[in-house]
C-alpha cells in the first residue's frame, strides 16, 4: 500500500509540465478536475440564485430542507452500518465455522439483491407481518444493505494484516480477542478508512433512494416543488449540483486520508486543505456519536428551542471530551490522525505558539455538527410542511 | 534451584498434511542453558520452535514447560505463552504503536501491570537492548538490527523463563547482524535460558551449550560447540558445515 501511494507524493512546484515525456500524474489532472467541477458547481449555484431569484433562491430553500434530511439519514444509517459491518467482518473471519457461515449467509444474500428492492421489501412487503415507519424502514433498509459491503471491507482490512502480527500478540499471551482489539483492529482501521469513506458518499447519494418510501429528503423535495411549480429543469438540475457538490467535498477528504495513510509520521508537506479535510472527519465522527444521544433526548423536549438547547449541550459536551480526551492523550484527533496530521510535529519537536494556536483553532471549526444544524428550530420537520404550503399558495 | 528442564519435549510429531514436518522429536532444555538449534530449510526447526508456544498445534508427543503438560486448554497456553518469549524472524512489530507501547503491550493487557511500571521497565530494557532514545519512535522509523532489538526487548518485558529465538538475523541486512547477536550474547551471559534457530555460527561459538543438528524433521546430532567443528559424527551434518561453514 505503502509503495503505491508514495508515487503520489507532492511533486515539486515547477509548472504544470515539467517533462514532456512524462506522463501526466493521476494525482495533478484529477485535483484539476476537482477544482473545475467545484468552481463551476458553485458559480452556477450562485449565479442562478443572484441573477434569477425566482424560482432559484426558492429551490435552493426547498431543496436545503431535504439535505438536511438526507444527511440525517445518511449519518444515522452509516453509524449503524459500521457497527453491523464491524460484526459481518469479524464473523467473516471468525475461527469458528458456524459464526463465519452465518456472517457470509448475510453477506451474499443482502449483496444480492438491489438497496432499491430490499427498500421495498422493508417498508411494504414486510408490512404484512410487521407495519415500520418510512424513517425506520429506510435507515433499517441502507444499514442492512451497506453493513454488507463494509462488512467486507472490514474483512479485507482483517485480511490484509500479515499473520506475523497476531502470532506476536498470541505469543505475548493475549487472547485472541484481545489481539483483534489492541494490535489487528486498530491496523485495520486505518487500512479501510478510505473505502469506508467512499461507502459514505455511495450512500450519500444512494439515499435518494429512500424518496420512494415517502421521506422528505432532497430528491423528494425537488420532486414535490417540481410536480407543483412545473419547473422540472430548474429543480432537477439544482438537486444535482447540491448532490454533486456535497460529494465532492468529501470525496476530496477521502483522496487525503487514502494520502494520510502513507504520510503518516512522514515528513510530508500539511496544507490547508489537509487541515481542512482532518475538520470534516471529525465533525463526521462527532455527529456519529452524537446522533443516537439526541435521538433519545428528543422525547425530553417540549418545544423546538428546548430540542435546540438539548442538541447544542450534547454536541458541545461531546466535543469538549472528544477533543480534550484525543489531545491531552495523543496529541491528534482521529480526523487528524485519519490525514496523517499531528499536533506535535512526529520526532517531538513541539511547535511554535502561533503554530499551535493556529491548529487548535483549525481543529476546533467543525465542531457543532450537522445535528445542531438540523435541530435549529427553524428547520426540520414541523416548518417544512409550513413553507410546503406557502409555496403552493403562491404558485398554482 | 529445581532439577526440572524449563522445556521437556517428548516423542514430538507434527504433519502439514502429508509433511512429516516434526517426526517423533525428544528434547530437554535446562534452565540457564543456551540451545542452538541448525539444519538445512525445511528441516523442522521452527516448526519445532512454534510448537513450544502453541502457535502450532502438535499431533503426537507432549511438551512440558517449567514442568507443566501443554493441553489444549485456551486458558493455559495463554499462560504459559506469557513465560516464554519469542522473537520471529520478520520482527513483527505493531507498525501502529511506538517503541514504548510495543513493549508495554503484553505487561500491561496480559499482567494487569500499572502503565508506569510498565513504562519504566519499558525504558529500562531499551536501554539494555542500547537504544533508548527510540522509546517514541514508530517501528518503520528504525532500521531492521533495531526493530529485532526493540522485539527481543518486547519479549523480555513478560519477564519469560525461556526466550525463543526463531532465525532472528536471517531478515537483517549484514551490518546490522552483529548488533542483534550482541545483545542476544548478553543474555546468554545472564544466564538467561534460550533456545535459537539460527546459522550465524559465531554465535553458536560463542554462547551455545549444546548445538541441535535437525534434518527432515529428526534431530541427527546434539553435540557441543567445540565438537561440532572438529569431530562432527554423522555423514548429513559434515555435508550440511561444509556447504554453511565458508
Same mark, same amino acid.
Given at each position: ?35 473545475? %467541477? ?73 449483496? !444480492? ?5 430490499? =427498500? ?9 407481518? =410487521? ?15 451497506? !453493513? ?20 506476536? %500478540? ?32 455511495? /450512500? ?40 454533486? =457538490? ?14 494520510? /495513510? ?27 456519536? %452524537? ?43 482521529? !480526523? ?19 503554530? %499551535? ?21 427553524? =428547520? ?17 | ?13 507434527? +504433519?502439514?498434511? &502429508? ?10 532444555? #535446562? ?34 514447560? &517449567?514442568?507443566?503438560?501443554?493441553? +489444549? ?16 524472524? #520478520? ?49 518503520? #522509523?528504525?532500521?531492521?538490527?533495531? #526493530? ?56 553458536? +561459538?560463542?554462547?551455545?551449550? +549444546?548445538?541441535?543438528?535437525? &534434518? ?31
Amino acid at each position: 500500500m505503502t509503495s503505491q501511494l508514495e508515487s503520489e507524493a507532492p511533486r515539486p512546484h515547477t509548472g504544470v509540465w515539467q517533462d514532456d515525456s512524462a506522463a501526466i500524474p493521476r494525482e495533478r489532472s484529477l485535483m484539476i478536475a476537482w477544482w473545475i %467541477a467545484l468552481a463551476l458547481g458553485v458559480s452556477f449555484i450562485v449565479g442562478a440564485v443572484v441573477f434569477k431569484p425566482d424560482p432559484y433562491s426558492e429551490i435552493v430553500r426547498f431543496i436545503g430542507d431535504g439535505l438536511v434530511v438526507t444527511f440525517q439519514m445518511t449519518i444515522t444509517s452509516m453509524l449503524f452500518a459500521l457497527l453491523l459491518g464491524l460484526l459481518a467482518g469479524l464473523g467473516r473471519t471468525a475461527p469458528s465455522l458456524p459464526i463465519n457461515v452465518a456472517a457470509s449467509l448475510y453477506v451474499e444474500i443482502i449483496r !444480492g439483491i438491489p438497496l432499491l428492492v430490499q =427498500l421495498f421489501w422493508i417498508y411494504y412487503a414486510l408490512s404484512k407481518f =410487521l407495519r415500520l415507519g418510512p424513517n425506520l424502514s429506510a435507515i433499517l433498509g441502507l444499514t442492512i444493505c451497506y !453493513g454488507a459491503y463494509i462488512g467486507e471491507t472490514f474483512r479485507a482490512g482483517i485480511q490484509s494484516i500479515p499473520k506475523g502480527q497476531m502470532e506476536a %500478540a498470541r505469543a505475548l499471551g493475549l487472547t485472541r480477542g484481545q489481539a483483534m482489539r489492541h494490535v489487528i483492529v486498530p491496523q485495520a482501521v486505518r487500512i479501510i478508512l478510505p473505502p469506508v469513506g467512499n461507502e459514505f458518499i455511495a /450512500m450519500l447519494k444512494d439515499s435518494s433512494l429512500v424518496s420512494v418510501l415517502a421521506i422528505s429528503d432532497m430528491l423528494r423535495r425537488g420532486r414535490e416543488y417540481a410536480s407543483r411549480t412545473f419547473a422540472y429543469f430548474e429543480t432537477y438540475t439544482m438537486v444535482a449540483l447540491v448532490y454533486l =457538490l456535497v460529494t465532492l467535498v468529501f470525496s476530496r477528504v477521502v483522496h487525503y486520508i487514502e494520502q494520510g /495513510m502513507s504520510r503518516q509520521r512522514k515528513d510530508a508537506p500539511v496544507t490547508v486543505m489537509h487541515r481542512l479535510s482532518a475538520v470534516v472527519v471529525d465533525f463526521v465522527i462527532v455527529d456519529l456519536i %452524537a446522533t443516537p444521544i439526541i435521538a433519545a433526548m428528543r422525547g425530553l423536549a417540549v418545544t423546538p428551542a428546548m430540542t435546540f438547547t438539548l442538541t447544542a449541550a450534547v454536541i458541545g459536551g461531546l466535543t469538549a471530551a472528544y477533543l480534550l480526551g484525543f489531545w491531552s492523550k495523543r496529541g491528534q484527533t482521529p !480526523g487528524m490522525m485519519s490525514v496523517g496530521l499531528r499536533l506535535v510535529d512526529a520526532g517531538g519537536s513541539i511547535p511554535s505558539i502561533g503554530q %499551535a494556536v493556529g491548529r487548535l483553532l483549525i481543529s476546533l471549526l467543525p465542531i457543532p455538527g450537522l445535528s445542531l444544524i438540523w435541530a435549529h428550530p427553524t =428547520l426540520g420537520a414541523a416548518p417544512l410542511q409550513d413553507r410546503l404550503t406557502r409555496t403552493t399558495m403562491v404558485r398554482v | 534451584m529445581p532439577d526440572t528442564p524449563i522445556v521437556e519435549i517428548r516423542n514430538l510429531s507434527k +504433519r502439514f498434511g &502429508d509433511l512429516e514436518a516434526v517426526n517423533d522429536v525428544s528434547l530437554e532444555v #535446562q534452565r540457564g542453558e543456551v540451545v542452538v538449534i541448525i539444519g538445512p530449510s525445511g528441516s523442522g526447526k521452527s516448526t519445532l520452535l512454534r510448537c513450544i508456544n502453541r502457535l502450532e498445534s502438535a499431533n503426537g508427543g507432549t511438551i512440558s514447560i &517449567d514442568g507443566e503438560i501443554l493441553t +489444549r486448554d485456551e486458558k493455559q497456553i495463554n499462560h504459559i505463552r506469557a513465560e516464554v518469549g519469542m522473537v520471529f524472524q #520478520q520482527f513483527n512489530l505493531f507498525p501502529h504503536k511506538t517503541v514504548l507501547e510495543n513493549i508495554t503491550l503484553g505487561p500491561i493487557i496480559v499482567k494487569g501491570m500499572e502503565e508506569g511500571a510498565a513504562e519504566t521497565l519499558a525504558h529500562t530494557l531499551l536501554a539494555k537492548v542500547g537504544i533508548p532514545e527510540k522509546a517514541d519512535a514508530y517501528p518503520e #522509523q528504525l532500521s531492521g538490527g533495531q #526493530q529485532q532489538r526493540v522485539a527481543i526487548a518486547r519479549a523480555l518485558a513478560m519477564e519469560p523463563k525461556i526466550m525463543l529465538f526463531d532465525e532472528p538475523t536471517s531478515a537483517l541486512d549484514p551490518e546490522m547482524i552483529k548488533e542483534v547477536l550482541d545483545v542476544m550474547l548478553d543474555l546468554a551471559r545472564e544466564g538467561m535460558t534460550m533456545l535459537v534457530v539460527s546459522h550465524e555460527m559465531g554465535f553458536a +561459538r560463542a554462547a551455545a551449550h +549444546r548445538i541441535v543438528f535437525m &534434518d527432515q524433521g529428526q534431530i541427527v546430532e546434539i553435540t557441543t560447540p567445540e565438537e561440532l567443528f572438529t569431530a562432527p559424527k554423522h555423514e548429513r551434518l559434515k555435508r550440511f558445515l561444509s556447504q554453511i561453514l565458508p
